[in-house]
């Protein structure tokens, strides 16, 4: 190829690259034009070779940081990926700001791996399966479906799209998916393409199922983690190049580049899945509501739980109202209404194996009539923790502070925190006696108690163990659905967004210990796992029951559970957190730090809070005492943390901004590290 005349006499790129830090690097670039902003870069970094992203082609006129004869040469890649647009730059470096990430950090982790590597595997051609299934008929919607539907069509979508946030509120069947599909449709008509974001690959299939059933022979790809790096890079370059018209994806995805984008859904929005744990950590609900107002396109965000936060954006109860509330209160099959909420008291019973009278007969009604039962318990393995009633020894794990989980299935104890694991010892390591008990109840214990007490009955665990893979988990939705299944034993992971039509009994067990945690949102998120889990009952011809076994039958958490109240118990909740200053009412960042002692972790934090307290004077930020943190060591690593606080977003980020530079100054041990976490989720 002829080398291309030059516009400029210097060419010189700026580039963000995937280091955590605060800047970025020029190189030298013979072959450089304006228009290769936003193309990628191999680039020579230290010893090695990274893969960048050019932010800009400096001019004659512009100072590089280096003198031309100190910059190294990149390569700039023109492979089948157009150079990336304007708007994906101003939503990475949104994140950037706001997260207080560094920009090349951002815009690397927001591009699939395979377009990370420097030496990239050969691309095989791979045909698409394509299930050809009968189109799925639209149903007739219903009055409140229809009423929503119409006041997000309002806001243009597939015709003149503008910024319009909306909160579909609707009760565990209203039929929420229904709205999103007529959306959608309305949007592709358009000419647009629709991005649907779900909380777990979990609930893709189901979803991917029925979109696709939908809109026959219309461009869909799905992008999550379980993707292969291949199919991931098809999926993300077809939804740029604009040949997917339906993008349906976990958090990732929110970073595709879209060119017609129209429509963004954001599904179960209150699911705490949609933040991001580690590296930027950032809220892809968050993310999606800035991004919409970006593109000027409606936003909807879905749930029959919301968070409080979009609860409160929606309701306006003390905050400006930002988004349009639209409600369902109805179940959407005709036949269906929501289960009535039993309390089972269980202080003045004695369980068997945990399960109360009442609930083991109505799991026996269930099997003499062939319907479906769940019996929810929000913790896997056998036992959490292995005990010595003689000398009082229980199974610790050695890297952390946490007990080790007994998994009798294939005879380990292990850590959930940090993966640890050991063999089950066949003594008290400490004293010897051989008469070592499990304490407490995973789902693998209820499994067994459960087909003891109904040998008859076919049992189906399903928990981040039994489903390890979407694929397992597809595997167990299947049989579920075939009706191969008398009883579900699970975890949360059956509470969400699940429709099957024969289960009628939901029995939950193990709630009480969440309801006096030490967490301020522990209430917010039981609600949400009970509502939901409870709202897999009877959503189709069949009635349904939920039943809840506590000690705390007065408790007002499951007053508004039976009265089916999300409202009541958002508004009690809002009221708690105003008085108490927590957000919504407050806007928080959490300064973390880990590392081998206690020590230079706190040592770290209150030199930290030193120079931010100078930085802000009498100013708008609160900031807390640095403490150890709840779960104090994980991984072999002592963590503590440092809130700061304030009733203005933007105080904090101006705030933010200044400080994370003088964080950076400190001097720490080596084997310190620390991050900033904005809107933390956790404590
Ligand atoms: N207009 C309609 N007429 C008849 N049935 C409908 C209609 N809309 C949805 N349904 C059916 O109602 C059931 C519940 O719908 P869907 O799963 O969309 O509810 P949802 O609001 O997403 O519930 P959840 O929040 O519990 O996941 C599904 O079986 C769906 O096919
Ligand atoms: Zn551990």
């Not at 034009?33 to 936003?38: A, I, K, L, N, T």
């Not at 309002?154 to 946030?165: C, L």
């Not at 809220?283 to 029959?304: E, K, T």
């Not at 597809?474 to 009883?487: S, T, V, W």
Request: glycine share 8%; charged share 25%; proline share 8%.
């Amino acid at each position: 190829m002829p080398p291309a005349p030059l516009p400029i006499p210097m060419p010189v790129i700026r580039v963000a690259l995937d280091v955590p830090l605060h800047r970025q690097f020029d190189y030298l670039a013979p072959d450089a034009q304006p228009d290769d902003v936003g193309r990628r870069v191999r680039a020579p970094f230290g010893r090695g070779t990274r893969i960048g992203v050019i932010t800009a082609v400096l001019g004659a006129d512009e100072e590089g940081d280096l003198p031309l004869d100190k910059l190294k040469a990149a390569e700039i890649l023109r492979d089948d990926v157009p150079p990336l647009p304007p708007d994906w730059f101003r939503l990475t470096e949104f994140c950037s700001s706001y997260y207080q990430a560094p920009i090349g950090e951002v815009m690397l982790a927001a591009l699939p791996v395979g377009l990370r590597r420097t030496d990239p595997p050969k691309a095989r051609a791979v045909k698409a399966k394509v299930k050809v299934e009968a189109p799925q008929v639209a149903p007739e919607l219903t009055p409140g479906q229809a009423e929503a539907v119409a006041a997000v069509l309002a806001a243009g979508v597939g015709t003149a799209p503008r910024f319009a946030p909306f909160l579909l509120y609707g009760i565990t069947g209203s039929g929420k998916t229904e709205v999103y599909l007529r959306l959608v449709e309305a949007a592709l008509a358009g000419g647009h393409q629709a991005l649907l974001l779900v909380p777990e690959i979990n609930l893709t299939p189901q979803l991917e199922e029925r979109v696709r059933r939908r809109f026959p022979g219309v461009g869909l790809v799905s992008l999550h983690s379980e993707l292969t790096e291949a199919a991931r890079t098809r999926h993300w370059k077809a939804a740029f190049k604009g040949e997917a018209r339906i993008v349906l994806g976990t958090r990732l995805s929110i970073f595709t580049p879209l060119p017609d984008l129209g429509l963004i859904v954001v599904d179960e929005e209150h699911d705490p899945s949609f933040k991001q744990q580690d590296g930027m950590r950032y809220s892809a609900r968050d993310v999606a509501v800035f991004r919409a107002w970006q593109r000027g396109v409606p936003i909807v965000l879905g749930s029959a739980t919301p968070s409080l936060e979009t609860w409160a954006n929606a309701t306006g109860e003390g905050i400006p109202r930002r988004y349009t509330l639209l409600t369902l209160v109805d179940r959407a099959n005709a036949a269906a209404s929501l289960p009535p909420v039993r309390l089972l008291d269980t202080r003045r019973e004695k369980l068997q194996d945990g399960l109360s009278a009442a609930l083991l007969a109505a799991l026996q009604v269930r099997l003499e009539r062939g319907e479906q039962s769940l019996v929810f318990l929000n913790r896997r393995g056998y036992a959490p923790v292995l005990a010595c009633p003689s000398c009082g020894w229980i199974s610790r794990c050695r890297r952390c502070a946490a007990n080790l989980v007994l998994h009798l299935a294939d005879r380990r104890l292990r850590c959930h925190h940090c993966g640890f694991e050991n063999g089950i010892p066949r003594a008290c390591p400490s004293c010897g006696n051989q008469d070592i008990h499990p304490f407490g109840r995973g789902t693998q214990r209820l499994e067994t108690t459960l087909q003891e007490r109904f040998p008859e009955a076919r049992i189906l665990r399903v928990d981040r163990d039994s489903a390890k893979s979407r694929k397992q988990w597809e595997a167990l939705a299947e049989k579920i659905h075939a009706g191969e299944a008398d009883i579900l034993v699970g975890t949360q992971m059956l509470a969400k967004g699940h429709d099957f039509p024969r289960l009628t009994l939901v029995g939950v067990t193990g709630a009480d210990a969440a309801l006096f945690a030490a967490d301020w949102r522990a209430p917010e998120r039981l609600f949400a796992q009970l509502m939901q889990v409870g709202g897999r009952a009877g959503r189709a011809e069949l009635p349904g029951e939920v039943l809840i076994q506590t000690e705390h039958p007065e408790h007002p958490l499951y007053g508004a559970l039976q009265q089916h109240d999300f409202a009541a118990f958002a508004a009690s909740q809002l009221e708690e957190r105003r008085s108490a200053g927590f957000p919504p009412y407050s806007y928080q960042v959490m300064l973390r730090a880990e590392a081998p002692e206690m020590g230079p972790a706190l040592e770290y934090l209150a030199q930290a809070r030193a120079l931010g307290a100078d930085l802000n004077g009498n100013g708008p930020v609160l900031l807390y005492d640095p403490v150890p943190m709840r779960m104090a060591r994980r991984a072999n690593l002592e963590r503590a943390q440092l809130l700061a606080e304030s009733t203005s977003r933007p105080a904090l980020q101006a705030f933010l901004a200044e400080w994370r530079p003088l964080l950076e100054g400190i001097k720490a041990p080596s084997r310190l590290r620390w991050h900033l976490e904005v809107d933390p989720l956790e404590f």
